[in-house]
């Protein structure tokens, strides 16, 4: 591959120490860029500069991609490694606006994420195991600890054995960009923890990290990867079994028994309260497979929809959840295919006017409408939310004529 530009690699030096994005965004983005401007200098004959004018050869190289057959999920991926380069160039400078900023790349598939059903985890973490066997106790806890907190596997592999305080029954986490949280267990998980410590200083001694292998070593994140793969290998209508997974299973079983997103979205250290909503929907489609089973159910499923209304910082009055129910039945006549919606009034700075945000997800099998709105009243923003998701529908119709 061809030397990295010099506006590259200024680029991957800021993202690094500045904005302290993980090492694999680093890499992920410093291949796509690289690709960029190889596909650049072949497209144009020109060595690779950064111009207002690059509109037309990052189209043509989405364009590629995609007649390449890249997933729109990795097309996506690479145009935001563009938006974030050019942004960065506006920022030092070099170029006065992006060239890049109204592109818009396919539209990202949106699956729901794949978990384990409780009955079958037990059955994962209930198999026996030799109790003297180190790597046996230490997978196990793996597990464990993916499931009862929801860490990422990188969050796994790159565990500080001082950042797990039995004691306190706490984990402090350092997650994406260096963001500390904390995540509590109980009792189970905290005598597993002293177990397995007292079978590591046993058989490897003392470390630094708390995850270790036999030689005393950090797990790698592919070795995690390895021992979940092997652990859900015989868990049924599983499409993936990766840590991921167990983390969603995490997230999933915290909001079937009652808690709510914020508290979720802590818990997991999302930056958006949109990244956790998608774990609603599971519940919403498990209810809608439940209530066909009913009899009746086909000659009504088209005018029902589980609606959620959460508010944060506030309490909602049974007035304020009327107006909400009444507005997204309104929507719900617009389109039959809704099978749930998903409320979020949030009450973002008491002091100030235009605090009262709205955000609301439809629910649509395979193709979910989401709008976000800020007013002076919570009704304001329902209905400036409600009229972006009428547009969004009406222009989702035109689509499919």
């Given amino acids: 591959m061809n030397e ?63 007649e390449a057959g890249q ?26 606006q992006s060239p890049v900023r109204m592109l818009r790349g396919p539209k990202k598939e949106r699956p729901l994420p794949v978990f384990v059903p409780n009955n079958e985890m037990e059955k994962v973490l209930n198999k026996p195991i030799r109790e003297d066997d180190f790597e046996a106790v230490r ?90 793969r092997t652990a859900l290998a015989n868990v049924p209508h599983l499409t993936k079994r990766s840590p991921h997974v167990l983390r969603h299973s995490f997230a999933t079983e915290m909001l079937n028994h009652g808690a709510d997103l914020m508290s979720v979205k802590e818990l997991l250290g999302h930056d958006s309260l949109s990244t956790t909503v998608q774990y609603t929907h599971i519940s919403f489609e498990q209810l809608r497979q439940m209530y066909n ?21 506030f309490d909602a009055t049974d007035q304020l959840k009327e107006f909400v129910q009444k507005k997204i039945s309104k929507l719900n006549r617009l389109s039959d295919g809704i099978t749930g919606a998903e409320v979020v009034l949030k009450l973002v700075k008491p002091e100030t006017v235009q605090n009262k945000e709205a955000s609301i997800r439809l629910y649509i099998p395979g193709d979910d409408l989401f709008a976000e709105k800020i007013a002076d009243t919570f009704e304001e923003a329902i209905d400036l939310t409600v009229d972006a998701l009428k547009r969004q529908i009406e222009k989702r119709k035109e689509q499919r004529k």
């Fill in 4 to 66: 990295t530009p010099d506006t590259i690699e200024r680029f991957l030096y800021y993202l690094r120490y500045e904005v302290h994005a993980s090492e694999r965004t680093v890499c992920d983005y410093a291949q796509d860029l690289n690709r960029y401007a190889a596909f650049f200098s072949e497209h144009t004959g020109e060595v690779f500069e950064p111009s207002e004018r690059d509109k037309d050869v990052a189209r043509a190289w989405l364009f590629s991609l995609m």
């Fill in 71 to 96: 997933k729109s999920s990795s097309v996506q991926r690479r145009l935001s490694a563009l938006k974030s380069f050019y942004k960065y160039m506006v920022k030092i400078g070099l170029i006065g």
């Fill in 139 to 228: 997978d196990r806890l793996i597990l464990e600890t993916l499931y009862e907190v929801g860490l990422r596997r990188s969050e796994i592999a790159t565990l500080k054995d001082s950042a797990v305080e039995d004691k306190a029954g706490c984990i402090r986490i350092i997650g994406k960009r260096n963001k500390e949280r904390i995540v509590p267990f109980g009792k189970r998980l905290q005598d597993m923890i002293d177990n397995y410590r007292n079978i590591r200083e046993e058989k490897v001694g003392k470390s630094d990290f708390f995850f270790v292998s036999l030689d005393g070593r950090p797990l790698t994140g592919e070795v995690v990867y390895k021992i979940v």
């Fill in 293 to 313: 089973a009913h009899p009746r159910a086909k000659k009504e499923e088209t005018t029902m929809t589980d609606v959620r209304i959460q508010a944060l910082h």
